[in-house]
């Protein structure tokens, strides 16, 4: 169990970060393609008209997003791991001013499991590792903390393991907006209320050939031969946008033999989000690490 919960945080945290778009970015952040663009049809004040150039809407958004270093996030996930489907709930900061790094707190339901309460875990997303506190889990009790480096979870987990690290090296919340606007099909749907705020809706299909070439060739072959294994050839992305042009909503389908899906809501940009690795005498390596 205590191995599924460390492949589920792994998981989870890289669907919610980059989801798909954890990707290697070679055109200095222009996002080109989507929708119809054009260089007229701008709304008063200047800005892109969603209807008519939903790649310049998009554009502007991922600039504005990306600007802002932080946030705050509470989204959900779904996912097929050794043929039981995971869900994981997860609430907590963002920061990618430096690479990204978090600190959030997992709640994971297993099909199947014990139908006891789940209670939640707190983990630490930092530079080189993911500290996970599994204090009230852990036999006999001991330190709280249990330190994963990043290194150690490539070897254990795979691929899982190395999309986190390359997430987290370049991935933030700005990188889905980007690949929606490069895909091609980008579309307005109009607006929706999005937790009390007014948000443009826009979606499309991101297809595996588009998204590869955007991968570097490691992490392009390995994402290959996971979408084979799960028999997946698109995703399709939602996002939403509010009037100052930042993200408040992103939502991701996964088809396929073993189909995913992620709902994201993001909220306080900009504040303070307290990303330390916990004290050295609270923390365990972890085992055989």
């Known amino acids: 169990?205590?191995?599924?919960?460390?492949?589920?945080?792994?998981?989870?945290?890289?669907?919610?970060?980059?989801?798909?778009?954890?990707?290697?970015?070679?055109?200095?952040?222009?996002?080109?393609?989507?929708?119809?663009?054009?260089?007229?049809?701008?709304?008063?004040?200047?800005?892109?008209?969603?209807?008519?150039?939903?790649?310049?809407?998009l554009k502007a958004a991922q600039q504005a997003t990306k600007a802002k270093k932080t946030a705050k996030i509470e989204g959900s996930t779904t996912s097929t791991m050794v043929g039981k489907q995971v869900k994981q709930s997860t609430?907590?900061?963002?920061?990618?001013?430096?690479?990204?790094?978090?600190?959030v707190e997992n709640t994971m339901d297993v099909a199947g499991g014990s139908g006891r309460p789940v209670k939640p875990i707190k983990a630490i997303y930092a530079e080189d590792a993911m500290y996970m506190n599994m204090g009230a889990?852990?036999?006999?009790?001991?330190?709280?903390?249990?330190?994963?480096?990043?290194?150690?979870?490539?070897?254990?987990?795979g691929g899982s393991g190395t999309l986190l690290q390359e997430a987290l090296q370049k991935a933030d919340p700005s990188q889905a907006i980007e690949l929606l606007a490069a895909s091609g099909s980008a579309k307005a749907v109009g607006k929706e209320d999005v937790n009390g705020v007014q948000a443009t809706h826009y979606t499309g299909t991101l297809k595996l050939d588009q998204l590869s070439d955007k991968l570097g060739k490691d992490l392009r072959d390995?994402?290959?031969?996971?979408?084979?294994?799960?028999?997946?050839?698109?995703?399709?992305?939602?996002?939403?946008?509010?009037s100052d042009n930042l993200l408040v909503k992103k939502r991701e389908k996964l088809d396929g033999k073993q189909p995913g899906e992620s709902t994201v809501f993001y909220t306080g940009y900009?504040?303070?989000?307290?990303?330390?690795?916990p004290p050295a005498d609270q923390t365990s390596p972890a085992p055989g690490v």
């Open 1 to 57: 169990m205590r191995s599924t919960r460390i492949a589920a945080a792994v998981a989870g945290a890289v669907i919610l970060v980059g989801g798909l778009s954890a990707c290697d970015n070679n055109d200095g952040g222009k996002a080109s393609g989507g929708g119809s663009s054009s260089t007229g049809g701008s709304e008063a004040g200047g800005k892109p008209d969603p209807a008519q150039n939903p790649a310049d809407a």
């Open 91 to 103: 609430k907590g900061g963002l920061d990618w001013s430096q690479g990204m790094r978090m600190s």
């Open 137 to 157: 889990a852990l036999p006999g009790g001991g330190k709280p903390w249990t330190k994963y480096p990043y290194s150690a979870l490539s070897k254990k987990l």
């Open 222 to 242: 390995m994402m290959r031969k996971q979408f084979a294994q799960g028999g997946a050839k698109s995703e399709q992305l939602d996002v939403w946008i509010d």
């Open 270 to 277: 900009g504040t303070k989000v307290d990303v330390s690795p």
